[in-house]
C-alpha cells in the first residue's frame, strides 16, 4: 500500500484480511493492521506503532480499535464509515481521535505538548471537517542572542499562514478546533522571560488555516540595556 501512498504511509507493517462477499453484495468480515507507521506530514510528527482492528457488515464498516504512538505518547480512535450504495454515493464517515500529552511541536526553538479529542466528519456530500478541542501544556520556547543580532534588512522568513499541510487529501480538509493553553508557555529570550497562555479558534482549511483568538503574557520581565521592566 506505500507505494499508492508514498507521502503518507512508510514501508513497514502487515495487513491481514479475512472477508465474504455475501448475496446482495454484502461484504462481511474483519480486517486487521499491525505495526504500521506513517510518514511525517508537513510538520505534524509520524504515527508509529499503528495497530487497527475494522469490522465489515454489510454497508458498513466499524474501526472498533485503533492505538498507535506519537512521540512516544499513545492515541487511540474509534469511528465507521456507511457506504450505502456501491457507486459510492451516500458515503458518510465519523472517526473519533484521542491522545493525552502528545509532542506537537518538536524543534530546537520550540517545544510542545499537548492533550486533544478530534472528530473526523465527512461524507459524499461533505467536505471533511476535522472539529475538536485541544488542550497545550508543557510549551518552552527559546531563543538564542545570535537570533538577535542585526546585520542587514531582510524580509520574513515565513508569511501567514504559518503551518500549512499541501499533502493529499488532507489538504481540503476543514477546520473547527477550539485551541486553550492556561500558562502553557514558558519564553526564554535574551531580552523576555516569562509565562504565556492562550485562547484561540482554528478555522479555515489545513491548506489556508485562519486563527483568531487572544494570547496573554500572565507574567514576565523585559530586560534592557538600562535597566528590566
Known amino acids: 500500500f506505500s507505494a499508492y501512498l508514498p507521502e503518507m504511509l512508510s514501508r513497514e507493517g502487515q495487513f491481514n484480511a479475512a472477508l465474504d462477499l ?9 480486517l486487521s493492521l499491525t505495526n504500521a507507521a506513517t510518514r511525517p506530514i508537513s510538520t505534524i510528527t509520524p504515527v508509529r506503532d499503528i495497530a487497527a482492528l475494522v ?14 504512538q506519537i512521540g512516544g505518547q ?8 456507511s457506504v450505502p450504495n456501491l457507486d ?22 520550540l517545544l510542545l505538548r499537548g492533550d486533544f479529542a478530534l472528530s473526523l466528519r ?15 501544556r508543557d510549551g518552552l520556547f527559546v531563543q538564542t542572542t545570535s537570533a ?21 487529501p488532507f489538504a481540503h480538509w476543514k477546520l473547527d478546533l477550539a485551541v486553550h493553553g492556561n500558562q502553557f ?16 479558534h482554528l478555522r479555515g482549511s489545513l491548506m489556508a488555516p485562519v486563527l483568531t483568538g487572544d494570547a496573554r503574557l500572565n507574567s514576565g520581565r523585559l530586560i534592557f540595556p538600562f535597566g528590566a521592566l
Open 22 to 30: 455475501k448475496p446482495g453484495k454484502r461484504l462481511a468480515g474483519v
Open 55 to 68: 469490522r465489515f457488515d454489510g454497508d458498513r464498516a466499524v474501526l472498533e480499535n485503533f492505538s498507535g
Open 74 to 81: 499513545p492515541v487511540r480512535a474509534d469511528g465507521f464509515v
Open 88 to 109: 459510492g454515493s451516500g458515503l458518510d464517515y465519523h472517526l473519533n481521535l484521542r491522545g493525552t500529552n502528545v509532542p506537537l511541536s518538536r524543534s530546537p526553538e
Open 122 to 136: 465527512g461524507g459524499s456530500n461533505q467536505p471533511p471537517l476535522l472539529s475538536g478541542r485541544v488542550t497545550l
Open 148 to 168: 538577535l543580532v542585526w546585520s542587514a534588512p531582510t524580509r520574513p522568513e515565513w508569511r501567514p499562514p504559518y503551518f500549512s499541510v499541501t499533502n493529499a
Open 185 to 200: 508557555l514558558r519564553a526564554r529570550t535574551p531580552v523576555f522571560s516569562g509565562i504565556a497562555s492562550a485562547d484561540f
